[in-house]
């Protein structure tokens, strides 16, 4: 079974462009979460897809938006960026909702310069 | 906000020798997780333990929960250098919601 495919590996952007972040998960998840890592503020839960709906949702300004495919395949966007948004963007997918282990990808790491 | 905060925030250990990380949450829990993660990667599950177990067993992990205390602990025994991560324990955010909640994470380094 393939693993959790996060793209781009790597990003870089200047402050106030937007960035689109694309999560893949494995095969027969329906539940996609986003997180954010940074060596200050550790890890944040950014929102939490099922079946393309968002059920829950961080505690992030506006700039930071998502969305869930029918295939489940997932994205994330943030507009307006800025240099506090540089972290690593981490993906995890789950078989169901809630009460079982999460599979990540390797994590989109976002430079913002 | 982090639901569980790890003790200790750094470990320095000789291979072979046992190292045990504690972990302290705040609300009720279903289960409690643990994870690892090498330098800058994504994290991977290690084992997850529900409220009503008091210890569980993978390998050379060995996990305990006092659901009284709100606490766990995560021991891995006869560490190698390729252990050598940062261990984060996570709670899932309640009822049916999705999201995990971590803490900050020990960071483990084991000496060859």
Redesign the interface.
Known sequence: KAG?T?TPRYLIKTRGQQVTLSCSPISGHR?V?W?QQTPGQ??Q?LF?Y?SETQ??K?NFPGRFSGRQFSNSRSEMNVSTLELGDSA?Y?C?T?DR???????????T?LTVV | SQQGEEDPQALSIQEGENATMNCSYKTSINNLQWYRQNSGRGLVHLILIRSNEREKHSGRLRVTLDTSKKSSSLLITASRAADTASYFCATDGGGSQGNLIFGKGTKLSVKP
């Not at chain 1, 909702?97 to 990808?105: L, Q």
């Open positions: 959790v996060q539940s979460s997180y550790g890890l839960f939490e099922f059920r829950n961080g690593l981490l995890a789950r909702p809630a009460n079982t282990e999460a599979f990540f990808g390797q994590g790491r």
